[in-house]
Every structure is written in C-alpha cells, then in structure tokens.
C-alpha cells in the first residue's frame, strides 16, 4: 500500500452495519493542534452504532471511520502542539468518529492535542481500549453529575455492564454503598467489583426489593443515587425511594419513555438528570481521563472478557452489538 494510505473500517453514509467498508483510505492530514496516532485498539461501544446509524445526529466528515475509542502510540506531533507528546508515547483518546472527528477504526487517526492523554506505563492498549468508553462514563456520571458523596448509597442498574461495573468499582472508590441488579448468576462478580447488596433483574418483585435493600443499607434514608444502565427503567418506583436530594441519573434508553410522579420527585427535592457522554467539555473528559488513568495504573477497570477481531470484522461486530449477540467487550485491531 502506498505510504500515504491505510486499511480503514469507515462508512460513506449513514444506515445499517452493512453501509461499513473495509479498504485504504487516506491517512488523515495532520493539522498543527493535533498528533497523528498509530492505533493499536478500537472497541465498540453502543454509541459507535448510533453514530454509523444516524441515530445520534453529529457533525460526520464522509468518508467517515468508525470508532471513538483509540489507544495507540504517537506517530508525528503538529507543529502548534504544546503537550509534551513525543513519537512512541503510548496514548488514549475517547472523543474519536463524531463532531466532525477523524474515527479511531483505522491504522492512523489524528486527535485534537487536548484530546488526548498518555496511556500509564505497562498497560496493556486493547485492555485499555475495553474500558475506556465506560470508565470515562461512569466517572462523569457520578462525579459531574451525580456529586456522589462518600457514605451515600448508590443504585446502579445492570451492574455487570460495561458502564455499570465500571460504575460500581468507582462508586465505591468515592465511599458509597452500592447496591446492583444483575442476573443472578453475576451477583457474586457484583460483590467482588464492591457492591454491598445485589439483586436479581429478572426478579418479579425487583422494585420491591430495591425499596427494602435501599431501606437497609442507607439506615432509612433511601437512594442518593440511582443509575439504571439496561435502558428499562421505572421511574415512578424510582423517585418513591429516593433520600432527601436524590439523583436520578439517566443514561441509556434511547428509545425510552416513562411516567415521571412531579409531586412526589419536587416534593423531596429529587432530580432527574440527563447525561450523555458525546456532550462533555474538553475539560470534563480530561478530568475523567485523569481518573481513568489511575484505575488503569492500578489494574482496578478491567473488562471481564474481551473479544479481540480484526478491524475487517467490523461490520460484524456493529451487527452482534445491535443484536445482543455480542461476546464479553469487542475490540479490533487495525
Ligand atoms: N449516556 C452516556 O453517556 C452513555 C455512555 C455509555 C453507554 N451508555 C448507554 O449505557 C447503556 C449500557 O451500556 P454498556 O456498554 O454498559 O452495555 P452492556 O455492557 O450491554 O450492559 C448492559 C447491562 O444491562 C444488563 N441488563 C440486561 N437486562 C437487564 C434488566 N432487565 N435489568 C437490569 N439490567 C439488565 C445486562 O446484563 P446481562 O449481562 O445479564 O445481559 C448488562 O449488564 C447503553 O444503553 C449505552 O448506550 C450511555
């Protein structure tokens, strides 16, 4: 292949996975603000099938490459870039493939400087790639927008998820309690990442059990927090169990609706608070970068199973995503 070319995953329009192509494109000019990365990882996230699908509606640069989530290592530096990124450096970016972005699904993307952030030494770049998309969501979820506080209890929906594990290990990390729905079978992993109760998601009598171990385990007061990450969510349940000042964090369900009772949420002064990821400052995903690096450093956000594909199987990948077929956290390898 030609030096200024390299094997791609991209799509020229928007539609299903199968509009996703795999063949040269050419590699991403370098504008002086940014650093061409070589990529050595790329995971899929349900926010990748949004973006190709037009579901989330983005600024996209056709023909656009796949991916938001890249780790790599630095191949050439703008001229304007003034962190101190050198050849060889290994690094992350979270914030690829929307916004008018180059993707992160190709053998070189190019990232705004202050997008991106060294990869801590002796971390494994597709393990990190796992975990970054949903170790970066849980810390803005709780942090930035939840304001979790140590010694409050913290509900978290689908707690064996990619972002509900990831939310479970950080809201401990903060001082809370926290309790899960999972299937029964992951309860044990549930305790192991931290939780303090677990719950059965299949349980007919689910929001009745919540209400007691939320009862139970915050000494009466109730839920400070509750994050719900399987997109099925119950409000009216919800706010009836929420302390004083609880949050209700909302961040999955793209096609949800639900009835909300204003009396008894305003009443007790609760909220519910939007949250999408693709909406966060520069500055927000550096401080959630930050942190994201300490739990790297420290082995604490890992993927329980990671599937590794060829970034040729691309398009399969988006399909399993969106079929619910997929195996443990998908990650290709240009
Ligand atoms: N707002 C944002 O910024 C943002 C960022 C990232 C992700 N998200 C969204 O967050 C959601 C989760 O993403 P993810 O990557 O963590 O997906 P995931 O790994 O597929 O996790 C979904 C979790 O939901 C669980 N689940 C399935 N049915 C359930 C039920 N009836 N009750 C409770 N839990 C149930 C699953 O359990 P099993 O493993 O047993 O099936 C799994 O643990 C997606 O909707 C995604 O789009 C939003």
């Avoid at 597709?126 to 939840?146: F, K, P, Q």
């Avoid at 007061?221 to 399987?230: A, C, Q």
Wanted: contains cysteine; neutral net charge; proline residues 5%.
């Amino acid at each position: 292949m030609a030096q200024d070319m390299m094997d791609a995953a991209y799509f020229r329009h928007t539609g299903g996975s199968d509009v996703i192509e795999f063949g040269p494109l050419p590699v991403p000019q370098l504008p002086d603000h940014a650093v061409l990365v070589r990529v050595a990882a790329t995971a899929v996230n349900h926010v990748d099938t949004f973006v190709r699908s037009g579901g989330y509606a983005t600024a996209l640069s056709f023909p656009q490459a796949i991916g938001r989530d890249a780790t790599g290592t630095v191949e050439r530096v703008g001229a304007a870039v003034d962190a101190p990124f050198r050849p060889g450096d290994p690094v992350w970016s979270n914030s690829l493939g929307f916004g008018g972005r180059s993707g992160a699904g190709a053998a070189f993307t190019v990232v705004p400087a202050d997008r991106l952030y060294p990869l801590p030494a002796g971390v494994d770049p597709v393990e990190a790639a796992a975990v970054l998309h949903a170790g970066a969501t849980a810390w803005l979820a709780l942090h930035r927008h939840a304001g979790v506080q140590p010694g409050d209890t913290v509900f978290v929906g689908g707690g064996t998820g990619q972002v509900g594990s990831a939310l479970v290990v950080q809201a401990v990390r903060a001082g809370a309690r926290v309790i899960t729905s999972s299937s029964a079978d992951d309860a044990g992993h549930c305790r192991s990442l931290g939780a303090t109760a677990t719950l059965d998601y299949r349980s007919p009598a689910l929001m009745d059990e919540l209400a007691a171990a939320a009862r139970s385990v915050s000494g009466g007061r109730g839920l400070d927090v509750h994050i719900e990450t399987s997109g099925r969510h119950q409000l009216e349940a919800a706010v009836e169990m929420l302390a004083l000042r609880g949050r209700i964090i909302a961040l999955s369900g793209m096609a949800a609706t639900n009835a909300l009772p204003l009396g008894r949420l305003y009443t007790r002064d609760g909220s519910v608070h939007g949250f999408a990821i693709s909406n966060a400052t520069v500055g927000e995903l550096a401080d959630a970068a930050r942190a994201v690096n300490e739990l790297l450093a420290d082995g604490s956000l890992r993927a329980r199973h990671i599937t590794r594909l060829p970034l040729s199987g691309a398009a399969g990948a988006h399909a399993a995503m969106e079929a619910g077929t997929a195996r443990g956290k998908l990650v290709l390898i240009p």
